[in-house]
């Protein structure tokens, strides 16, 4: 059975340093007709659980820890019985979401998730969050960038927990080395490719911000 990636679109809000935003997210589903892994279980546990339907859920997969990515996670957890993932370092930022629930298991650099015949392989991306990650498979040209990388250049850097610098050189060391036709799916909006955001590292530096 040949893995697919299913997109789901949820709705709602993000908060950090005293504001609150309308925002709409990118949920990502990884597998065949008999398992599964999520990428960034955000905001309707309902919505994904119906998406994912009467496959086993492998994982939850956690790009970074802002409320808007993670804030199903528990409610899905306990309705398929998966784990939990997130890198360490956001364990702070998980906290103000989830005071009484930690992740199930941290994922560090270089580790290969398995699902349906796929590997993703964690590319710890700090910048936009300390323990942002992005998942890349090969076979299937695709990178899962959360909110590290977006058409049109690096995720934002303004708030609490995040840094300009390393946000660039994330992107210049693990995302603009992989093959330029591979796919880029974002946490937000439109999917683009490592090719097409590649040429223009520099004006973003330039921009900085």
């Known amino acids: 059975m040949t893995a697919r990636i299913d997109h789901l679109v949820t709705s709602g809000t993000f908060s950090l340093d005293g504001g609150t935003w309308e925002v709409d997210n990118n949920v990502w589903i990884v597998g065949?007709?008999?398992?599964?892994?999520?990428?960034?279980?955000?905001?309707?546990?309902?919505?994904?659980?119906?998406?994912?339907?009467?496959?086993?859920?492998?994982?939850?997969?956690?790009?970074?820890?802002?409320?808007?990515?993670?804030?199903?996670?528990?409610?899905?957890?306990?309705?398929?019985?998966?784990?939990?993932?997130?890198?360490?370092?956001?364990?702070?930022?998980?906290?103000?979401?989830?005071?009484?629930?930690?992740?199930?298991?941290?994922?560090?650099?270089?580790?290969?998730?398995?699902?349906?015949?796929?590997?993703?392989?964690?590319?710890?991306?700090?910048?936009?969050?300390?323990?942002?990650?992005?998942?890349?498979?090969?076979?299937?040209?695709?990178?899962?960038t959360g909110d590290t990388l977006f058409q049109g250049g690096p995720g934002a850097t303004g708030r609490s927990y995040s840094h300009f610098p390393t946000i660039v050189e994330s992107i210049r060391a693990r995302l603009l080395t992989l093959p330029p036709e591979t796919v880029v799916r974002t946490g937000h909006g439109d999917s683009t490719t490592i090719g097409a955001e590649a040429p223009h590292l520099d004006e973003w530096i330039a921009r900085g911000h």
């Open 32 to 144: 065949d007709d008999h398992e599964a892994i999520v990428i960034d279980a955000a905001h309707d546990a309902d919505a994904i659980a119906e998406a994912v339907g009467d496959r086993r859920l492998r994982a939850i997969v956690c790009t970074h820890a802002h409320n808007d990515h993670i804030d199903a996670a528990p409610a899905l957890a306990e309705r398929t019985g998966a784990a939990i993932w997130l890198h360490q370092d956001d364990l702070p930022l998980w906290r103000m979401t989830h005071p009484d629930r930690l992740p199930d298991h941290w994922l560090v650099d270089g580790q290969v998730i398995e699902a349906a015949g796929t590997d993703l392989t964690v590319l710890h991306t700090p910048g936009h969050a300390p323990g942002a990650v992005c998942l890349y498979d090969p076979a299937l040209g695709t990178v899962f």
